[in-house]
């Protein structure tokens, strides 16, 4: 949800407003509650996008990004306990891709089953801006799907790794198995 769509929904239509009485109130503190809450959910989701790149940018520099939906599925055949993340990344012109959504379908799936984190992205573009990838014409590379791995055996622990596993935690725990979210400029 955009902020421009959060903000229209807190409008409070004039005949609602005007309708008086105790029952205004209750509508006010009600929206201002619903209004602190949809605040509350865009820092958090601001939060995310944030750790997210500081994320990315950090498992570039350690070698430990895997980019490109083949070469993930087969990271994640031969070691997915080395695996600690994974972003899945589609624009607009992406949706209607049935094969580009099977293969979602399936990470997902296999993700979940290996309690793996994963968050979707909705901007390839920007994401080719913050890991860099691309060919020779400057068009992106395979950046559909990224995959966090492990350097070695200890862990990698990486502040932005725990507050996308903790945003992950807070998603699942409102049924929410595959947030989405949204970069910073």
Same mark, same amino acid.
């Given at each position: ?11 409070v239509p004039?005949?609602? =407003? ?48 895997? =980019?490109?939906?083949?070469?993930? =599925? ?12 994974c972003v899945?990344a589609a ?95």
């Amino acid at each position: 949800m955009t902020l421009e769509e959060i903000r229209r929904q807190d409008a409070v239509p004039e005949s609602t =407003a005007s309708s008086g009485g105790a029952s205004l109130g209750l509508r006010t503190r009600h929206t201002q509650r619903r209004s602190r809450s949809r605040l509350w959910l865009v820092r958090r989701m601001q939060g995310a996008g944030k750790a997210l790149h500081e994320l990315l940018l950090s498992a570039q520099r350690q070698g430990c990004l895997t =980019a490109g939906v083949y070469e993930s =599925a087969k990271v994640l055949n031969v070691d997915p306990d080395n695996v600690t993340f994974c972003v899945l990344a589609a624009d607009e012109d992406d949706e209607g891709d049935i094969a580009l959504q099977i293969h979602f379908t399936l990470i997902q799936a296999f993700c979940c089953e290996n309690d793996i984190d994963i968050v979707r992205v909705g901007d390839v573009q920007r994401l080719a801006a913050i890991v860099g990838a691309g060919d020779e014409t400057g068009a992106p590379g395979d950046l559909h799907c990224i995959l966090i791995s492990n350097p070695n055996e200890d862990a990698w622990k990486d502040p932005a790794l725990e507050k996308l596993s903790l945003f992950c935690e807070e998603s699942r725990s409102v049924n929410d198995w595959v947030p989405s979210i949204t970069l910073p400029e």
